[in-house]
């Protein structure tokens, strides 16, 4: 959270002594229009300093871009000066409504330096003295809104808190009082390229000339992997034809803007074909729902991700492994499109370990986590039509999980005794002693076992059942360590089960023919998090 500071530097050191604003080392599509005088010569500046990689400051842009026009026939200008090429700042200016000039500074950033940024987004307020009225770091609504009313005032258009008016008529222009439900009042920013050490900065780009993947690095766009730098072309390539600009929402916790075009630029760092990129976009529509809940998952403690389950033609259409090593590496399709979840989650929501995602451990399946089940080898029905869709549609399914426990069994020579054992092999799952979970408990069920409990025509729900009535414990025994309140609740020989109900296990049927080897991935637990299905749609 910032406030407005009044007397540049932010410090507060001379806060009683406003500054002359630095003249601007900019480019913009007319020559003169980057000029102070230009800017103030009908009242006061407003400067908001931005960069097309920081979320923050396309949330500024796209909260404010709309109430540019107002702001001029009241007399105050508003200018984005971007830490980005002009064609950059102009497309990505466009993209996000904003209505006022579009500016743009080179390297080393001259003007930013000159205004002794550290973070962008930061607003400056020049009033028509020249001289810096105020600045706000970061998307600081109220703060930018006290910034306005002072020009408001200053320019003798001041209308109710928050908002400015022209000529003194009875109706405000805009209103800055609160932003979208949707955003937050408060976001911090990312580093200024003008915070880079010359030298560094100059070491940089002599080093991104000659690598790319290095750049990636340097721009912070992977994760901890080298990936495919997002040129336009592949970017375009990935979209298909698709309009960029269409929006996915906001991607917790940070906020940043999905954009088609964002996530085709996730797709090709992770490094899917562009034939991937239709289940890539269901699988964010899909996390993206407040019913998932991202947000709880990209910053708890817990070790959680985002397991991507695919049904459907589509599995076979992209190469989707379900088979041999369906939890493990070999394969571009599974790979490429978890770790393209991933990376919007990082990326646009800024998700990023040791920083927002506060994972004690996390788990490999935090990279990419993305699972095909093999309809044609299980004796049931498939995960997408136990949830409302035709076997025929293509569907994803994401469900927030932890990392898979391998469970084996080659011995068992009765349904009854496999199930027994694929059942407690997950009392451990979470906790031994936190009974019952809530959430969905994910069995990957080996075609192997899966042949056994088809031989003896066990449909899903009685294996569902079997497996809940099997495992259960006396309330006395769990009260040892860390449990529930249910737990604490029951009479000490009460027998309670793992799972609140036979619906929080989910099963599918994956992996090699040969081995009896299945596997469980336990719950994010204690968040409300649902499982959610969105369909493939067609390119």
Not at 115 to 124: M, Q, R, S
Not at 435 to 445: M, N, R
């Amino acid at each position: 959270m910032t406030s407005p500071h009044y007397g540049w530097p932010a410090d507060g050191a001379a806060a009683s002594a406003p500054r002359r604003a630095p003249a601007l080392s900019v480019a913009g599509v007319e020559p003169a229009a980057g000029s102070l005088d230009n800017l103030t010569r009908r009242g006061a500046a407003l400067l908001l300093f931005v960069s097309e990689e920081c979320p923050t400051s396309a949330m500024a842009l796209r909260n404010l871009g709309p109430l540019c026009h107002g702001w001029e026939a009241a007399g105050l200008t508003a200018a984005a000066l971007f830490e980005d090429p002009l064609d950059v700042a102009i497309r990505v200016a466009r993209r996000l409504g904003w209505t006022g000039l579009v500016l743009s500074q080179p390297p080393p950033y001259a003007t930013s330096r000159a205004y002794g940024l550290d973070a962008v987004p930061t607003t400056v307020l020049v009033d028509r003295a020249g001289l810096i009225a105020g600045r706000v770091v970061g998307w600081d609504q109220p703060g930018i809104a006290a910034l306005i009313e002072q020009a408001a005032s200053a320019l003798g258009a001041a209308g109710p808190a928050g908002s400015v008016r022209p000529g003194g008529n009875v109706e405000p222009v805009i209103t800055l009082a609160a932003p979208p439900a949707a955003e937050p009042r408060y976001k911090p920013g990312c580093s200024s390229k003008s915070a880079i050490d010359p030298e560094i900065a100059a070491a940089i780009s002599s080093q991104r000339a000659d690598d790319e993947m290095e750049e990636m690095f340097e721009r912070g766009w992977t994760d901890g992997l080298p990936v495919v730098p997002p040129t336009l072309e592949r970017v375009e390539a990935m979209l298909g034809g698709a309009d960029g600009s269409v929006s996915l929402g906001f991607v917790p916790p940070s906020m940043g803007e999905a954009t088609l075009e964002r996530v085709a630029a996730c797709a090709v760092l992770a490094g899917c074909r562009p034939a991937y990129f239709p289940v890539v976009v269901a699988a964010a529509r899909a996390v993206l729902d407040p019913a998932f809940n991202l947000h709880g998952q990209a910053v708890t403690t817990q070790p959680a991700g985002q397991l991507v389950v695919v049904n459907g033609p589509v599995r076979r259409a992209i190469g989707l492994n379900s088979g041999m090593g369906a939890l493990g590496p070999g394969f571009r399709a599974n790979l490429t499109i978890g770790r393209a979840v991933r990376l919007l989650v990082t990326l646009s929501g800024g998700a990023m370990p040791g920083g927002l995602d506060r994972a004690t451990l996390g788990h490999m399946g935090k990279v990419g986590f993305c699972i095909a089940e093999d309809e044609e080898t299980s004796p049931w029905e498939p995960l997408h039509v136990e949830r409302g869709f035709e076997a025929g549609q293509s569907v994803v399914t994401v469900i927030g999980s932890d990392a898979p426990l391998n469970i084996s069994d080659h011995r068992s020579r009765t349904p009854e005794d496999l199930a027994y054992i694929l059942a407690w092999a997950a009392a451990t799952s979470w906790s031994t002693n936190w009974w019952p979970l809530a959430e969905p408990s994910v069995f990957v069920i080996c075609p192997e076992h899966a042949e056994m409990f088809r031989a003896a025509g066990w449909s899903k729900q009685r294996l569902r059942e079997f497996m809940f009535g099997a495992v259960r414990r006396p309330a006395g025994e769990l009260r040892r360590g860390e449990t529930t309140p249910l737990v604490h609740a029951a009479d000490p020989n009460a027998e309670v089960p793992k799972w609140a109900s036979p619906d929080a296990i989910v099963l599918l049927v994956a992996g090699g023919e040969a081995g009896r080897y299945s596997a469980v991935l336990g719950p994010c637990t204690g968040m409300g998090s649902q499982i959610v299905s969105r369909e493939v749609e067609s390119g």
